[in-house]
């Protein structure tokens, strides 16, 4: 069982289904105070009844029929792109909690049972955290591809490979258990690897006889008993990325120049490899393949390195609310590569000791 799991079943499922009453005649006032929000927020929305739907199974998955099982997810999924499409802030969720928390202080205000208001509050509380783990990235639950059975029944020596601030971190695993309702497998790992995915959800594994490669989504991390759960898994073609397409990130924040029709724009390097940067700056008038030239300086420990580039806009994220992701592709000189690879280097072996001290500090 999952740490998620084993803390929801020990402390939640039992207060849920003990005030099951409040939370079947609530969900309607939920409803109302969600729309209410929305349409205070986002006059411009205008919801379809299938939107309602998964608002309502949203409010059911989570209060009247909690599990934690893939059902669960699929309605958050199914929630968290409902918000995404029609760019609705997630924040919409927690106001509508507080909305909630406040009725049910209302709800227990003749008994005054402290316990319950805290239960309940630690129970918002938690799923809110739930919805941030799972969610700061869009996924859908894929069925296991057939290759997992196999590698599951006959021992199959597999590698991962997870990335800690764009450093590989990669070691012998196998498959020790296979869950077919919920799609999902568990793997052993080792303490790089559970502190790396902590940070990076995506993990990739390896089987070397056939070079089948699989991508997977971290669902859970174990610290505890070293065991990682993997969903979301599915089988790519390329193999693992090469070395110079390994991404670091600076340790101190680093801005860059971005130029474009004769004005500048400013931003700070988000990570960067042999043949591109992303950078995070507020919106910029740029459209995907736009031709820009970037300019930034790298400092190691005994030189600063200027690097200018006629770089193409590959593709844009959101970062935060207010923040975009701008992902640039350059084609570096003999002389720019080999430099941009010695920051690299330099780079994975301060990141190695970072996490070195980090595994110290957890272990300790």
Do not use: W
């Not at 949203?58 to 968290?80: C, E, G, H, R």
């Not at 290759?147 to 990335?163: A, H, W």
């Not at 990739?204 to 991508?215: F, S």
């Amino acid at each position: 069982m999952s740490d998620n799991k084993r803390l929801f079943k020990e402390q939640f499922l039992k207060f849920i289904k003990g005030e099951e009453k409040f939370f079947i005649n609530y969900q309607k006032p939920f409803l109302t105070a969600f729309f209410k929000i929305l349409e205070k927020n986002y006059p411009n929305v205008h919801l379809k009844k299938e939107d309602v739907k998964i608002i309502k199974n949203f409010y059911t998955a989570f209060f009247l029929t909690p599990a934690l099982k893939t059902s669960n997810y699929q309605d958050l999924i199914l929630t968290v792109d409902l918000l995404n499409n029609y760019k609705i802030d997630k924040t919409i969720i927690n106001k509508s909690f507080l909305l909630m928390t406040n009725q049910y202080i209302k709800y227990i205000f003749a008994t005054s049972d402290i316990q319950k208001l805290k239960k309940f509050i630690n129970l918002i509380d938690f799923y809110i955290n739930f919805l941030n783990y799972h969610f700061k990235e869009e996924r859908f639950i894929n069925k296991l591809p057939k290759e997992i059975s196999k590698f599951y029944l006959l021992k199959q020596n597999l590698y991962v490979f997870g990335v800690y601030k764009g450093v590989p971190i990669s070691h012998n695993t196998k498959i020790i258990s296979i869950n077919k309702e919920e799609n999902s497998i568990k793997i052993n790992a080792n303490n790089y690897q559970i502190v790396a995915a902590k940070f990076q959800k995506d993990i990739y594994l390896l089987e070397p006889k056939t070079n089948t490669t699989l991508k997977a989504y971290v669902d859970d991390v174990n610290s505890y008993q070293k065991i990682l759960t993997l969903t979301n898994i599915e089988k790519i073609d390329r193999s693992i990325e090469k070395r110079n397409y390994i991404r670091v990130q600076p340790k101190n924040k680093t801005k860059s120049k971005i130029e474009y029709k004769n004005k500048e724009y400013e931003g700070n390097i988000y990570d960067l490899s042999i043949k591109g940067i992303s950078i995070i700056s507020k919106k910029i008038p740029i459209d995907l393949n736009d031709n820009v030239l970037i300019s930034f300086t790298l400092t190691t420990q005994n030189e600063n390195c200027y690097f200018e580039f006629s770089s193409d806009l590959r593709s844009i994220s959101t970062y935060s609310k207010n923040l975009l992701r701008y992902h640039f592709y350059f084609e570096p000189t003999t002389k720019e590569e080999s430099d941009l690879e010695k920051y690299i280097k330099y780079r994975e072996k301060e990141i190695v000791k970072e996490l070195i001290v980090y595994l110290n500090i957890e272990l300790s």
